[in-house]
C-alpha cells in the first residue's frame, strides 16, 4: 500500500474522533472512566472480530513487551491524563493544552529516521492551533491561573503522551495493527479499576444512551485506533499531524448540526484557519499527486 494511501486511511481516525463529542453528550451522565471502560470493551470486541475472521491472525497478539508498553502507555496513559487534567482545572484550559499533541507530532516526527520536518509542517500546525484555540475557547479567550497548576501538568502530560505514542509507533512498523486489540482491552481494563477507585456507577438511562456507548466503541474508541495505527506507522506522519486539528473544528459542527450549539464567528474563522493550515501542511502530497496525473 503507498505512503498516500496510507496516510489517507490514518485520516479515518480524525473523522470518527470528531464524533467523540456528540456521543458522550448522548451517553448521559455516565463517568469518565466508566464510559471509557465501557467503550473500549465495544473497541475491544471491533478487534476481535476481525482476528476471528482471519484465520491465524491471533499469532500477531504475541509482540515484544515494548511494543505492548507502548501501546497501553499511549492509549490509556492519555485518558488518564486527560480525565485527571479536567478534574483539576477549567474544561477549557485543559483541552486547549491537551490538544498541543497535533503540534508536537510533527515537531517530534522531524527525529524520525527518514522525516525532515519542512516549514509547511510547522506552519500549518500553527494555523490549526490557532483554529482549535479558537473552537476550544468560542473566541473569548483563556487565563491560566496558579491555583490550576495540576490540572495544567496533567494536560501538558496526556499531549506528550499521545504525541510520543505515535511518533514512537513508527519504531515498530513490523507490528501488526490486530495488536490494538491488545491496547483495547488492556485500557478497558485499566479503565475499570479507576471508575471502580474514582467514581460511583451510573448506567445508561435508555437505549438512545446504550447505543452512544456503543458509538463511542465502534468509532471513536474503537476504529479509530486502529486505522491511526496504520496510519501513522505507514503514511506521512506529520500531514496527520497538521490534519488532526481538524477534530475540534469537525466535532464542533457536527454538534450545531444535531442541535447541540450554534454557529459562530469563532467556528467560521476557526474553519479558515485550519482548513488552510492542512492545506499548507499537505502541500508536497498534492502536488506529488498533480504530477503524477
Known amino acids: 500500500m503507498s505512503r498516500g494511501a496510507s496516510t489517507l486511511i490514518g485520516a479515518i481516525a480524525i473523522l470518527l474522533w470528531s464524533f467523540l463529542a456528540l456521543f458522550a453528550t448522548a451517553s448521559g451522565d455516565i463517568p469518565p ?25 491471533v499469532k500477531n497478539l504475541r509482540q515484544p513487551a515494548k511494543a505492548w508498553a507502548l501501546g497501553i502507555a499511549g492509549l490509556f496513559g492519555y485518558h488518564f491524563f486527560y480525565f485527571t487534567a479536567l478534574r483539576n482545572a477549567p474544561t477549557v484550559d485543559a483541552s486547549l493544552i491537551a490538544y498541543l499533541w497535533p503540534l508536537l507530532i510533527v515537531l517530534f516526527s522531524a527525529l524520525l529516521p527518514g522525516e525532515r520536518l519542512k516549514w ?18 468560542g473566541g473569548e ?8 497548576a495540576v490540572g495544567y501538568f496533567f494536560a501538558i502530560l496526556s ?7 505515535s511518533v514512537l509507533s513508527r519504531r515498530f512498523a513490523e507490528v501488526p495493527t490486530d495488536t490494538v486489540t491488545g491496547f ?26 446504550w447505543l452512544a456507548v456503543i458509538g463511542l466503541g465502534l468509532g471513536p474508541l474503537g476504529l479509530a485506533f ?10 506521512d506522519i506529520q500531514i496527520l499531524g497538521a490534519a488532526s486539528y481538524s477534530a475540534p473544528l469537525l466535532s464542533t459542527i457536527i454538534l450545531i448540526g444535531f442541535g447541540f450549539g450554534e454557529f459562530t464567528w469563532a467556528v467560521g474563522a476557526a474553519c479558515i484557519l485550519i482548513t488552510l493550515g492542512a492545506v499548507i501542511a499537505s502541500k ?10
Not at 122 to 128: E, F, H, N, V
Not at 159 to 165: D, E, G, K, N
Not at 184 to 209: I, N
Not at 226 to 234: E, L
Open 226 to 235: 486502529y486505522v491511526w495505527d496504520h496510519g501513522v506507522k505507514h503514511g
Open 33 to 57: 472512566f466508566q464510559l471509557n471502560a465501557m467503550a473500549f470493551a465495544v473497541g475491544t470486541v471491533v478487534g476481535i472480530a476481525n482476528l476471528l475472521r482471519t484465520p491465524g491472525a
Open 141 to 148: 479567550g483563556f487565563s491560566f491561573k496558579t491555583e490550576f
Open 120 to 137: 509547511q509542517h510547522i506552519a500549518g500546525c500553527i494555523l490549526g492551533l490557532g483554529g482549535a484555540a479558537l473552537i476550544v475557547t
Open 184 to 209: 483495547c482491552a488492556a485500557t478497558a481494563l485499566l479503565s475499570l479499576g479507576g471508575h471502580l477507585l474514582w467514581e460511583t456507577t451510573v448506567w445508561p438511562a435508555d437505549q438512545w444512551q
Open 159 to 165: 499531549a506528550l503522551t499521545w504525541s510520543t505514542y
Open 284 to 293: 508536497d502530497m498534492i502536488f506529488r499527486h498533480k504530477n503524477a496525473k
